[in-house]
């Protein structure tokens, strides 16, 4: 048997596209879906809204309809699939009839050459809708031109279950903002009764949109959450409204996104947005992300929030950055209890870059409003750099009730500020073991309870607050990591829950865990590869285009990797920031070109280069045995820093942030350049 064949019996249809890609000898993947539907009696159709004909059978792409209103015709079953020619565009809205099945689903996606084809709305609600429908993939398109959604999946009288999302790029959804619950991606349980579960969006590009959200998950009530809901591997930016968020969900996961540029509305209507954040969910985490850029017509324009009526959130892992308003926040509101709120090993610098903002919310903003209530918040190991424009707490709780028998602690955290003023806070919150710093040339500020203390010994005496704790220079470096003889170093045992820093380093590094998200490195000789290949390198890339700038962010990725798919959100992000800095980010692939060459499209990569590497030789002139692995070579051909595996955010950004400069608009971190 043909080991295209063979790998195609081994595995469901998304893991032989896979398999296939690399053993089948040059088998293209529309030839792939449709042998494997045959096999499985399932109908592959097609769609050529440049040369079909929708009285053809559709069955073959020289047999495609022209039409969506002819592909909506169709109802699709269990393995059957519609596959729509690159390079074309396809007026109207796609909403095809039918739903798969546990282990066949059914699926929509690209075939031939170039560009992913564009679905165009032409001023229709959206560009794709499902609805109270079962088991679909939907990848590898273009969607636009929608005035309240661009793709929208929706229960309404029944079960939407086992949508996934892949590969989609959506953008320029215009029209009137009246609801929240509208924007790029929406996923909504419109009735009381419908159920939405097990929805999966990974590898969205989110943009352009004077609707509310880039993506929103939303359950029917706070009774009926939607559940098992994940969010990866997506980008959101130039949004009117909130960049990802989870809306009256269960078992809800945000994890390796980006959001920036957020909250762009001009004039507040209907609300006050934020980055990325969780309202009315049970059991949701919000990790390994980055968030920057997020402003609001109103307040808020923070990057991360625990909203009210959340239970058991954790947000962690994460780079939340040059805001306009907090890093993070947990609230309670509307006679609801939020219970059970975690904030741990994340990174924020510079937010509170609005005066008005900074002095309102701080850059850790705890508050409660209409008879709600929080039970139960523990903020600890996060590193945080507070540089706002005017005198504003690190700390902030303008007003807060806290009620039932969890603890609220305030802990092992790392502060270095500009802003004399450190804590604004009620009696509830407890403060013990956190390290800080401020550098503004006045007396430091402590504000607990009625009292303002500026003696950190009579701050500790007075309050029983911070028997632990410590006022003294951390002695951080620009990447905010402890040098030697810090006191944040080796300083308590570790928490069991966390395995890993902000940088994903494993904990401990020495016998303790350091105060902070960041663990110091032991020293210890660097055995890596730090050798750059100019030689080795394309001049250009597989769309012509010249590799190499004054900073290279040289990354080799692997189709098959899914940290490299990760790894690629960061990458675009950090080009965003750095480009006018002279960076470029050129990705290195195991592929042939002709393959890579689509897969540039479905991974929107943009301006992020690429350079195919079939026979592994760049790699391995880099000393790169797996993926992801990258390099930030300098204009001189040196290696700065190299990662072997996942470059975290805010690993990523803070080194390029001291070695190419802030981007626009953010001040430098004013510490020690490290060694």
Known sequence: MHRGALCALLANLNAAQRQCRRYADGLTRVMVIAWFASVAGATTYYLDCNAGNDNATGTSPNQAWRTLERANRQSLGPGDALLIRRGTRCSGTLKLQGSGALGRPARIGSYGDGPLPVIDARGAIAALEIEDQQHWVIESLEFTGGTLYGIHVSARRGTTRGIELRNVVVHGVHGELKTKSSGLIAVLGHEPESVLERITIDGATCYDTSQWAGIIVRGASRENRARQITIRNSIVHHVYGDGIVLFQV???????????????????????????????????????????????????????????????????????????????????????????????YNVCVNNGRSPKLARRQGEIYISTWDKGSIDAVRIHNNTIYWNPPIEAPVLQIDQ???????????????????????????????????????????PPRWEYGQHAYHDWRTFQQKTGQELQGRYQDPLLNALLVPRA?????????????????????????????????????????????????????????????????????????????????SQLVFLKAALVQYRGRGLRVLTVWPLKQAELIPLSYELDLGEVLAVADPERSIAKAHGVESYPASLLVDNAGRVIERWDGFAAPAHLGLLLRTLAGPPPGSPAVDLPLPR
């Not at 009210?308 to 780079?319: K, L, P, R, S, T």
């Not at 807060?400 to 919150?429: C, K, Q, W």
């Not at 730090?530 to 900073?551: M, N």
């Open 400 to 442: 807060a009730d806290f009620t039932g028998p969890g603890p609220n602690l305030f802990e092992r955290n790392v502060i270095y500020s500009t802003s004399p003023l450190l804590i604004h806070s009620n009696l509830a919150l407890k403060f013990d073991g956190n390290l800080y710093w401020q550098v503004s040339g006045r």
């Open 250 to 344: 269960e078992d809800g996961l945000i994890e390796y996104s980006a959001a920036w540029l957020t909250g762009l509305q001009p004039r507040e209507t209907i609300g006050t947005p934020n980055g990325i954040w969780t309202w009315r969910c049970r059991r949701c985490t919000v990790q390994w992300t980055e968030g920057f850029w997020i402003d609001s017509p109103g307040v808020d324009g923070g990057v991360y929030d625990i909203d009210w009526g959340n239970e058991d959130n954790i947000v962690q892992y994460n780079f939340g950055h040059d805001a306009q308003g907090y890093c993070a926040s947990v609230f309670g509101a509307q006679g609801e209890v939020t219970v059970n709120s975690v904030i741990r």
């Open 485 to 565: 003889g810090s006191p944040a170093l080796d300083a308590v045992r570790c928490d069991p829950t966390a395995k890993v820093d902000a940088f994903g380093h494993p904990l401990p590094q020495g016998k303790n865990c350091d105060l902070g998200a960041i663990e110091a490195l032991p020293p210890a000789p660097d055995t890596r590869p730090r050798r750059f290949v100019r030689e080795a390198i394309p001049k250009q890339d597989i769309h012509g285009r010249s590799t190499l700038g004054v900073w290279t962010l040289l990354s080799f990725l692997a189709p098959d990797s899914a940290l490299s798919r």
